[in-house]
């Protein structure tokens, strides 16, 4: 799915709430409209990234307690794609961002991506 025919999105919901964000930095920010579409979509896209980045660490700390090597290793994989994308280290302590996003997601039994690893492991998204 694609948002003005250049965005790669996830659902009709984000399209909605990217509307709104462009509007809102157009009409608020004062940005010319395409400069207030490309902010809304960097953001939206930073805040997919760190969803991620929370859904990776979570799902790494429950592999791990499982016993499950495989699966804790390519959630820290995926986990260290993110920080690098959001120019955090992922040895550091875990960002505010990322801690709020923390505990949302229902634990899984093996490994599962998140729909927005494609941001980190596809060029040009």
Known sequence: ???LSKYD????????????SAAVNEFHKGMPRDVAETSAYEDWKRN??????????DQMGL?????????????YGLYTLHC????????????PEIHAQRGI???????????AD???LKKGI
């Not at 994308?85 to 040895?91: E, P, T, Y």
Request: aromatic share 10%.
């Open 48 to 57: 997919q990234i760190v969803k991620a980045a929370a859904f990776h660490l």
């Open 84 to 95: 690098k994308a959001l120019g955090m280290d992922q040895f550091g302590s875990v960002g």
């Open 1 to 3: 799915m694609r948002w």
């Open 63 to 75: 592999a791990k307690g499982r016993g499950d090597k495989s699966s804790e290793q390519s959630h």
């Open 118 to 120: 494609v941001f980190v």
């Open 105 to 115: 997601v229902e634990p899984l039994e093996k490994f599962k991506n998140h729909q």
């Open 9 to 20: 999105i996830f659902t009709p919901d984000d399209e909605a709430n990217l509307e709104r």
